[in-house]
């Protein structure tokens, strides 16, 4: 799902009402890097938005990017998602919500559907650990790597495709 025009400028409106309520500077640099982040819907890396936002501020450094990004997840307003690879990965999307994780080349996609929405964990009992939030990742393969699969299986059945370099 895209976040759209409105709910970008809702994001940036906020960014500046909770920066002010913390007395913090609304940086240029901190509302490039959301609004990269809202630009995108597969739940980039560093470097993926340090690639985006270098094409907008030709002098950025990544370690710029990656301390507005660990603003904005103190802000609330972004989140890292959970990745079996050790790369942290940001989503815009702050609300409850479900996601699919390609094993191949690692994008990582928002799922809103009504059975995975039905889902609520369990009592813990005994445990003592209070819940705040969840959401179910699903893995497989994204629809462009079932393509690319699906070609490879046919140009040549016995070869294994490589994992695409990153
Ligand atoms: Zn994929
Ligand atoms: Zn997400």
């Known amino acids: 799902m895209k976040n759209?025009?409105?709910?970008?400028?809702k994001k940036l409106e906020l960014l500046e009402a909770v920066s002010r309520?913390?007395?913090?500077?609304?940086?240029?640099?901190?509302?490039?890097?959301?609004?990269?982040?809202?630009?995108?819907?597969?739940?980039?890396?560093?470097d993926q938005l340090f690639a985006d936002v270098k094409?907008?501020?030709?002098?950025?450094?990544?370690?710029?990017?990656?301390?507005a990004l660990e603003t904005l997840v103190e802000l609330g307003l972004a989140r890292r998602t959970n990745h079996f690879e050790a790369t942290a990965r940001f989503d815009g999307n702050t609300d409850h919500h479900h996601h699919l994780v390609c094993r191949r080349c690692n994008r990582v996609d928002d799922i809103d559907h009504p059975g995975l929405n039905k889902f609520t964990p369990p009592s813990l009992g005994g445990i003592a650990f209070e819940i705040l939030d969840y959401s179910i990742y699903l893995e497989g393969l994204c629809a462009a790597c079932r393509r690319g699969a699906a070609k490879s299986a046919a140009q040549k059945p016995a070869g294994r495709s490589p994992r695409p370099p990153r």
């Open 21 to 46: 309520a913390r007395s913090l500077p609304v940086t240029v640099q901190r509302r490039v890097v959301l609004t990269a982040l809202l630009d995108r819907d597969d739940h980039p890396t560093v």
């Open 4 to 9: 759209s025009r409105d709910s970008k400028q």
């Open 55 to 67: 094409a907008r501020m030709p002098g950025v450094s990544r370690t710029t990017i990656y301390r």
